[in-house]
T-cell receptor, first 112, second 115 residues
Framework: QQKVQQSPESLSVPEGGMASLNCTSS?????YFWWYRQHSGEGPKALM?????GDKKEGRFTAHLNKASLHVSLHIRDSQPSDSALYFC????????????FGTGTKLQVVP | GPKVLQIPSHQIIDMGQMVTLNCDPV?????FYWYKQILGQQMEFLVN????????KSKLFKDQFSVERPDGSYFTLKIQPTALEDSAVYFC?????????????FGAGTRLSVL
């Protein structure tokens, strides 16, 4: 079964705006989360990881994890056209292998 | 940043043929992975590999699939024989450590088209 779900499927924001992406788990045994970004024709590239409840900020990107609600989000401040890409969240789960399971992805388009 | 190289970028073969996908991991990384992506959608884990051995594999890693890294050369994914449903983009990844806290470094992928 699918353990990691993302929403929305696609998102369009104006340049300079805030983009908010969401990820939930159907399995309470999740442990660690990552956000990856994939530009067309390229492989996914890690943006950031988050392992503990709360916020983690790296430049224009802020991740928020709430383990109790099985939810992690990514917020992109001052969105740029170069942020247009496919965004994946990925999670590892206790007692279920060490490898990361990826969500279905959110396609972000930043409109100039 | 660290780069994973994948060769070739696109491979077209006839169903039933054998294909080998090649990956040159980040130089000091010891753990290697293959993921499968269909139509720019979800990334599905296939297998991970360390010290000459498969550590974990998913149900997608069929009996027709095999991986190896002979003598520190390319990390390879071999499919023999190929099937139509094997058409996808295959991503290789590597990481410096083992465990469930490791960030993966991905290559640009090999698009496999099985006709």
């Amino acid at each position: 079964q699918q353990k990691v779900q993302q929403s929305p499927e696609s998102l369009s924001v104006p340049e300079g705006g805030m983009a908010s992406l969401n990820c939930t788990s159907s399995d309470r045994n999740f442990q660690y989360f990552w956000w990856y970004r994939q530009h067309s024709g390229e492989g996914p590239k890690a943006l950031m990881s988050i392992f503990s409840d709360g916020d983690k900020k790296e430049g224009r990107f802020t991740a928020h994890l709430n383990k109790a609600s099985l939810h992690v989000s990514l917020h992109i401040r001052d969105s740029q056209p170069s942020d247009s890409a496919l965004y994946f969240c990925a999670a590892s789960f206790a007692n279920s292998g060490t490898y990361q399971r990826f969500g279905t992805g959110t396609k972000l388009q930043v409109v100039p | 940043g660290p780069k994973v190289l994948q060769i070739p970028s696109h491979q077209i073969i006839d169903m039933g043929q054998m294909v080998t996908l090649n990956c040159d991991p980040v130089s000091n990384h010891l753990y290697f992975y293959w993921y499968k992506q269909i139509l720019g959608q979800q990334m599905e884990f296939l297998v991970n590999f360390y010290n000459g051995k498969v550590m974990e594999k998913s149900k997608l890693f069929k009996d027709q699939f095999s991986v190896e890294r002979p003598d520190g050369s390319y990390f390879t994914l071999k499919i023999q024989p190929t099937a139509l449903e094997d058409s996808a983009v295959y991503f290789c990844a590597s990481s410096p450590h083992w465990g469930d806290k490791n960030t993966l470094y991905f290559g640009a992928g090999t698009r496999l088209s099985v006709l």
